[in-house]
């Protein structure tokens, strides 16, 4: 009964900033490692972050411009998103990853995803 529903997606515009939320139910938050993916239009899906183990991995797109954090006691995960492009525009997911190779994520479970759109 895993279940993963995020919310705080919007548009906003280029330089802007926008804080993402993900509900976590069905399972502890800090028995797993979870994390973010995104899929923009007619692109494949792209890893973000993750965090586990009290360890955060974030992909050269947007390492220094974006947050993971959690909330265990509300089961809680965030992405704190800024300095916002065009380029960020998708749909974004929140994740579970059964397995972590090295700093890769499996993003194997997740939720249907909040749209984010930068306008330019």
């Known amino acids: 009964q895993v279940q993963l529903v995020e919310s705080g997606g919007g548009l906003v515009q280029t330089g802007g900033s926008l804080r993402l939320s993900c509900a976590a139910s069905?399972?502890?938050?800090?028995?797993?490692?979870v994390g973010w993916f995104r899929q923009g239009p007619g692109m494949a899906r792209e890893g973000l972050s993750c965090?586990?183990?009290?360890?955060?991995y974030y992909t050269d797109s947007v390492k220094g411009r974006f947050t993971i954090s959690t909330d265990s006691a509300q089961n809680l995960v965030y992405l704190q998103m800024g300095s916002l492009k065009p380029e960020d525009t998708a749909v974004y997911h929140c994740?579970?990853?059964?397995?972590?190779?090295?700093?890769?994520?499996?993003?194997?479970?997740w939720g249907q995803g909040t749209q984010v759109t930068v306008s330019s």
């Open positions: 994740s579970i990853s059964s397995r972590v190779y090295g700093s890769i994520c499996l993003h194997d479970r």
């Open positions: 069905g399972f502890t938050l800090d028995d797993y490692a």
């Open positions: 965090i586990v183990n009290n360890t955060t």
